[in-house]
């Protein structure tokens, strides 16, 4: 799976990093960071999890 | 003998097919509900219709980036047609529910009536339209992407606007407006502007963003006339004074979309009131904008027109027909940019009980602040402070 950010839609929420924070950090102004584009396979559920919970809709999952 | 009876068997399974599950409105909620179902191993059919022409989008961004031009339509859709194939979805735009059956488990459609085990009432919500001004086609409104692009186009090359309504919606228009160059004036009937939730507490600081920009503020009047010219449009107002715009702009809130429910029998006052698992009967839930879910903690029932509320809504449900488990309350959550300010809330701010400062200072403009009761957190605000925001979330779950 390959994980995709969009930074031009990201608000800064940062429900991303609370669920899943071995993949997903804030910047100074709140946007989201990617730590790993490609999680491992235990850390797949967190990443679908994150994505689906983002209110702004900034996560796009390849599986 | 036995073919015959193999054939009547036959006819027999088809008619007594499980219908499966039908979800009513093509919104965030719906969809997301129909991904929650398949992810927790719901295997029956399920059936998407939508009253929109278009695919599931993504409301927020529309006062916001659609607005202000930095993004394109498409930018707005949630998912591509080829997902929901992949989520194995009937899925119909441009039809409509127009009457519920709960005794027969059957909904009728603007085409057919389609029978049900489980129905997902997720029609959201529709624009409030200023009395006497729907046909005006200088007024705009702001709720569908067609209406954001209509007013997009409508800001070329205009200098002046009024807008009806200081909610966090006319807010980002105002914002919207300012960058375009556009003179703003705004027209409340109450005394102040208001952001959701958040029980007044930032009321003068949205006001001052206000005045600091140029903006003429009309608050605590009623709007006695409407009227449109060749070049702007005129409204008479309760104090005596008249104010002017090219175009008008009104943000005056949402009705939800329950009109097709008036002979069911559920409770529509406001909203599809359900329970906490957003049960409205049995094998009847409703999610998102047209839904008013009773919240066990606090003990109210609350129509929450937010994003977040949606996808939270859909999951819950979700996960509750799939597997019978109940997901516990979660807080509303809404964000807003207004002028450059980039505000994110959780919870609900009590009007009160005086904010506590988490961490920074109004003063320098970045801070997160919280109303606390018996030490019990009840709302957080982030005010250009997303970092901070995020860490004094947990405030919420102690």
Redesign the interface.
């Known amino acids: 799976m390959k994980i995709r950010v969009d930074r031009d839609a990201c608000i800064g929420a940062g429900q991303c990093a609370l669920v899943a924070g071995s993949i997903f950090d804030q910047d100074d102004d709140g946007l989201v960071v990617l730590l790993t584009d490609t999680p491992s396979d235990e850390f797949i559920a967190v990443a679908r999890k994150a994505a689906t919970l983002c209110p702004a809709k900034a996560i796009a999952l390849e599986e | 003998m036995s073919s015959k009876g193999d054939c009547a068997r036959r006819v027999e399974m088809i008619s007594v097919e499980d219908p499966g599950l039908v979800i009513v409105g093509a919104s965030l909620a719906g969809l997301?509900c129909a991904?929650s179902l398949r992810?927790e191993g719901y295997t029956k059919k399920i059936t998407l219709i939508g009253a929109e022409r278009h695919l599931p989008y993504?409301r927020?961004?529309l006062s916001k980036?659609v607005l202000a031009g930095?993004?394109q339509a498409a930018?707005t859709n949630?998912d591509s047609a080829e997902k929901f194939a992949e989520l194995g979805l009937d899925f119909f735009i441009d039809e409509d529910a127009q009457e519920l059956n709960i005794a027969s488990k059957e909904v009728r459609t603007s085409k057919r009536t389609l029978a049900f085990e489980d129905l997902i009432i997720a029609t959201g919500a529709s624009v409030r339209r200023l009395p006497g001004t729907e046909t005006m086609s200088r007024v705009h409104v702001l709720r569908t992407i067609d209406d954001a692009l209509g007013l997009r186009e409508a800001l070329v090359g205009i200098k002046s606007a009024v807008v009806v309504g200081a909610g966090v919606l006319g807010s980002e228009v105002i914002s919207a407006l300012s960058e375009y160059g556009i003179h703003a004036t705004v027209i409340d009937r109450m005394a102040t502007p208001q952001l959701p939730l958040t029980g007044g507490h930032f009321a003068s600081r949205v006001n001052d963003l206000f005045i600091e920009h140029g903006v003429i503020t009309k608050y605590g009047v009623d709007i006695i006339s409407v009227t449109e010219q060749e070049t702007g449009i005129t409204f008479d107002l309760s104090d005596g004074s008249k104010v002017s715009g090219e175009i008008a702009v009104v943000a005056i809130g949402c009705i939800p979309n329950v009109d097709f429910l008036a002979n069911s029998g559920l409770d529509i006052s406001n909203g599809v009131l359900c329970d906490s698992n957003g049960l409205a009967a049995p094998h009847i839930y409703a999610v998102g904008d047209v839904a008013r879910w009773h919240n066990p903690v606090t003990g109210k029932s609350l129509r929450l027109e937010n994003?977040?509320s949606a996808?939270?809504q859909g999951?819950a449900v979700g996960k509750f027909i799939a597997t019978g488990e109940s997901s516990p309350t979660t807080h509303p959550?809404f964000?807003s940019?207004i002028f450059g300010n980039?505000i994110?809330m959780l919870g609900n701010l009590e009007a009160d009980i005086p904010l506590t400062i988490v961490h920074g200072s109004p003063s320098d403009n970045r801070f997160v602040a919280a109303t606390i009761s018996n030490g019990v957190t009840t709302g957080i605000v982030g005010w250009n402070?997303?970092?901070e925001?995020?860490q004094s979330?947990a405030m919420m779950e102690a």
Request: hydrophobic content about 35%.
């Open positions: 997301t991904q992810a993504n927020p961004p980036q930095k993004w930018q949630i994003q977040t996808i939270e999951l959550f964000w940019e980039k994110l402070m997303p970092r925001f995020r979330r």
